[in-house]
């Protein structure tokens, strides 16, 4: 959000992040990209003017933050992922490493006021102005920081919805309504919402204009590509699919509220597992996330077993899920990660959301979209796309006006009938 806040104010942003390194909107290197390293590779870069870097626990533990400051930075959280690895055993501990990236804050710490350990967070930083974001209205520290002529970001009631406001030297800036933002699903996403929140505060301590900022929230959707594996929505099968890379509890609990609150006629059908390498008190805690609320559940593992056997994963879940109620008979254990998805696509029914929390994201989201109900005519007959694949395997399309599409969606002109 922030780095395409960036790009509509006018800046080219270089971009760190879980699924690789971005310069101005454009992927320029696959993979998990979010320690010192791809830090590095991005300032690096010459075409940027303004750097966004997600910085991992595990790089800072390893490394550090590879840049000695940073103008603006922001925690969001710190949740009970990942403990017991590295000597990282306890969430104190592990506030301790994350509040790294604002003790080297310069200009503004961006800081969570409703999670207690990012709150404390405030008195290790030397950043000229703390701005503390807040969906609760009446949380007293925030309160008294504004009246004091603090800045903050909140979540304000009002009769067209909920609006996100800030607040800055003693003025009052309403900003803009959460069901204007795409990536809220008209508000319905709560965690998006907070999301918008933190990339608002951070790019208004960052000095970006307010229309810019408006402009940006307004034209950023999650989309597989603009977002690729963070709430991408597929409409397009009787069902609807819904497409996470949630992979602890925190995030699955998070998917999990966001499909009650959409309205669905059928049955609520959840694929999930858990990375290998967490412990198995992790691995029930995602159980606990999503028991009792979905009609059916597809266990998996991930590619990568990190250290554990083919199915302990899928099998830790799914007792997890038994004992605390959920049916036998609503749980499918399917270890590979491709069956498991194929299968709650053929077991969806019109009217009904199948919630994927996916570790293969390209992968999966082709195969969300490439999939067919069993009786449905070929593409040709339906007058959509016809798939067709280079010597390359660069998969494009050719529509029915002849022109090539490629998997992002560009047109362009063929150049010859081959």
Request: aromatic share 4%; hydrophobic share 45%; with cysteine.
């Amino acid at each position: 959000m922030l780095a395409h806040i960036a790009k509509m104010a006018g800046y080219t942003p270089g971009l760190t992040t879980t699924d690789g390194v971005y310069i101005d909107g454009q992927r320029t290197v696959e993979g998990d990209m979010t320690g010192p390293v791809s830090a590095r590779m991005v300032l690096a870069d010459p075409q940027i003017d303004l750097a966004v870097l997600e910085t991992a626990r595990g790089g800072l533990l390893r490394a550090g933050m590879g840049v000695p400051e940073v103008d603006v930075a922001a925690v969001l959280n710190v949740q009970s992922d990942h403990l017991g690895l590295k000597g990282i055993d306890t969430l104190e501990q592990l506030a301790e490493v994350k509040r790294i990236v604002v003790e080297v804050a310069r200009d503004c710490a961006v800081l969570n006021a409703d999670d207690p350990n990012v709150l404390k967070m405030s008195g290790y930083t030397d950043a000229k102005v703390i701005c503390y974001v807040t969906m609760n209205l009446s949380h007293p520290l925030v309160r008294e920081h504004v009246r004091a002529g603090g800045r903050a970001c909140a979540l304000e009631a009002g009769v067209n919805g909920h609006m996100i406001t800030l607040y800055d030297k003693s003025s009052h800036i309403p900003l803009m309504w959460t069901h204007l933002i795409p990536a809220t699903l008209e508000g319905r996403a709560l965690h998006n919402v907070q999301n918008a929140m933190f990339a608002a505060a951070l790019a208004f301590s960052l000095g970006i204009k307010l229309d810019a900022i408006r402009q940006g929230l307004r034209t950023f959707d999650t989309t597989f590509f603009q977002a690729p594996g963070r709430m991408n929505v597929f409409n397009e099968h009787p069902f609807k699919v819904l497409m996470d890379y949630g992979h602890n509890a925190h995030a699955v609990g998070v998917m999990t509220d966001l499909a009650q609150r959409l309205d669905v006629t059928g049955r609520r059908i959840v694929v999930l597992a858990g990375p290998g390498d967490r412990r198995d008190d992790d691995l029930r805690a995602i159980a606990d996330a999503v028991a009792g609320r979905f009609d059916r559940y597809v266990v998996r593992r991930d590619d990568g077993l990190r250290g554990r056997d083919g199915d302990e994963v899928p099998r830790i879940i799914a007792a997890a899920l038994r004992e605390r109620g959920v049916p036998a008979e609503a749980i499918d254990v399917i270890p590979d990660e491709q069956q498991a998805v194929d299968h709650a696509l053929r077991s969806g029914r019109p009217g009904d959301l199948v919630l994927i929390f996916a570790d293969a994201l390209t992968r999966t989201w082709k195969q969300i979209t490439k999939f067919r109900p069993e009786g449905a005519p070929p593409a040709a007959e339906r007058g959509e796309p016809v798939l067709l694949t280079t010597p390359a395997e660069e998969a494009i399309t050719v529509d029915m006006e002849g022109l090539v599409r490629d998997e992002r969606g560009i047109r362009f002109a063929r150049e010859s009938d081959d």
